[in-house]
Nanobody
Framework: QVQLVESGGGLVQAGGSLRLSCEAS????????MGWFRQAPGKEREFVAA????????HYADSVKGRFTISRDNAKNTVYLQMNSLKPEDTALYYC????????????????????WGRGTQVTVSS
């Protein structure tokens, strides 16, 4: 059974930082590109960042470029999202997702391409 479990969310002041983690189990981690998405109340789920299986290729939404960094540790089956200079508009439920693309440099921003999803971790940024 595939499980993706996010952690690291919380309440932070604007300008602060958080590091999200997502630990995967039940799958061969290196066969999957990993992505982070977020959904604010009343809004659609949106792409945040993605990384390919080896960590050599990354892609970011324009809204987080230069502030967020995605990385992965294949030995720990974990993907991370380092979030700096947080803004109130970053407030959302953050999800990690896995996209089956074995040994590919491809990273995808469409949520429809992802095969597995976690349940999310809440990030709240106060002004």
């Amino acid at each position: 059974q595939v499980q993706l479990v996010e952690s690291g969310g919380g309440l932070v002041q604007a300008g602060g930082s958080l590091r999200l983690s997502c630990e995967a189990s039940g799958l061969t981690f290196t066969w999957y590109a990993m992505g982070w998405f977020r959904q604010a109340p009343g809004k659609e789920r949106e792409f945040v960042a993605a990384v390919n299986w080896s960590g050599t290729n990354t892609h970011y939404a324009d809204s987080v470029k230069g502030r967020f960094t995605i990385s992965r540790d294949n030995a720990k089956n974990t993907v991370y999202l380092q979030m700096n200079s947080l803004k109130p508009e970053d407030t959302a439920l953050y999800y990690c997702a896995a996209d089956y693309t074995p040994y590919s440099s491809t990273v995808i921003s469409s949520p429809n391409e992802y095969d597995y999803w976690g349940r999310g971790t809440q990030v709240t940024v106060s002004s």
